[in-house]
């Protein structure tokens, strides 16, 4: 199953409110994940079944969709949350995930 | 708490075979599922395999002539072995904690770069 997630890039600042698109090349239910990768940490998972948050995850982030199209939405950004993030989905084997959405400061 | 912590060789020659060490705490190998995922710089992560928590394997097709993947559990050891290295396998290795499908612990990863 191909993940194919946009924008690649995207520029906001702290307190706006950003959605990063995953769509997959066939229905995955909502066997969903998104993760969050930040440089000399390990990745984090946020969410998983597609809205169900991880603990310790913030609310501001939410997860939503199913079948082949998802999204996160970061609700109030805070300077902590620009980072990358992947979805990845665990419907069928192997699991496959997004080429990633880079989460920059404007 | 949950860690993994991957080591091996930073540099590996072409046609050489890649052993990674992946050491865990704060679970047991026998209660819970062991993925490797590998990240070429720039781009989405790629699932390579796991270790079931029964001892059972599986692995990407895309990788699986080359892969093996094994345990000590008196260690709290996972392995990965892959051979005929090429240059298009450099990239960061991570060791992952598997539940159903998703990942929901990582080590920090361990940059292997394949050069002569």
């Known amino acids: 199953v191909q993940m194919t997630q946009s924008p690649s890039y995207l520029a906001a600042s702290p307190g706006e409110s950003v959605s990063i698109s995953c769509k997959a090349s066939?229905?995955?239910?909502?066997?969903l994940a998104w993760y969050q990768e930040k440089p000399g940490k390990a990745n984090k998972l946020l969410i998983h079944?597609?809205?169900t948050l991880q603990s310790g995850t913030p609310s501001r982030f939410s997860g939503s969709g199913s079948g082949t199209d998802f999204t996160l939405t970061i609700r109030s950004l805070e300077s902590e949350d620009f980072a990358v993030y992947y979805c990845?989905?665990?419907?069928?084997?192997?699991?496959?995930f997004g080429g990633g959405t880079k989460l920059e400061l404007k | 708490q949950v860690q993994l912590k991957e080591s091996g060789p930073g540099l590996v020659q072409p046609s050489e075979t890649l052993s990674l060490t992946c050491t865990v705490s704060?679970?047991?190998?026998?209660?819970?599922?062991v993925s490797w995922v590998r990240q070429p710089s720039g781009k989405g992560p790629e699932w390579m395999g796991r270790?079931?928590?029964?001892?059972?394997?599986a692995y990407n097709s895309a990788l699986k002539s080359r892969l093996s993947i094994s345990r000590d559990t008196s260690k709290n050891q996972v392995f990965l072995k892959m051979n005929s290295l090429q240059t298009d396998d450099t990239g960061t290795y991570y060791c992952?904690?598997?539940?159903?499908?998703?990942?929901?612990?990582w080590g920090q990863g361990v940059m292997v770069t394949v050069s002569s």
């Open positions: 992952t904690r598997q539940r159903q499908g998703y990942f929901d612990y």
């Open positions: 704060g679970f047991s190998l026998t209660s819970y599922s």
């Open positions: 066939k229905s995955i239910s909502n066997n």
């Open positions: 270790m079931w928590y029964d001892g059972d394997t």
């Open positions: 990845q989905q665990y419907n069928e084997y192997p699991p496959t």
């Open positions: 079944s597609g809205s």
